[in-house]
């Protein structure tokens, strides 16, 4: 929530990790998806980078910078890919090779 965030950062928090942003069964069991808009206020509410997590594809990557990510993390599209490498190529090439 906006208010978690807040309570991270105010307690010294370097950075947060939100989500989930869209479903994913590794995350089910904490929750509905919080989606792009949500992250957005999270985004624009503290002044800690705020990593996106949750459902994440490459597909989806841009939508989180846009609404203020600093970045990403994604488990299930890396390591349920028939193609692990592929897979992280695929995000290689969407956040311009970080």
Not at 13 to 22: C, E, N
Not at 60 to 74: F, I, T, Y
């Amino acid at each position: 929530s906006v208010e978690g965030a807040r309570k991270a950062a105010e307690a010294g928090a370097d950075f947060i990790t939100f989500g989930p942003i869209y479903y994913t069964p590794s995350k089910a069991p904490y929750g509905d998806p919080q989606g792009i808009e949500v992250l957005k206020e999270v985004t624009q509410a503290i002044n800690i980078p705020v990593f996106a997590l949750g459902g994440i594809t490459p597909d989806r990557v841009g939508a989180c910078l846009d609404a203020g990510a600093h970045g990403v993390s994604a488990i299930s599209a890396v390591l349920s890919a028939p193609d692990i490498s592929k897979a992280v190529r695929a995000f290689h090439n969407v956040l311009g090779g970080l």
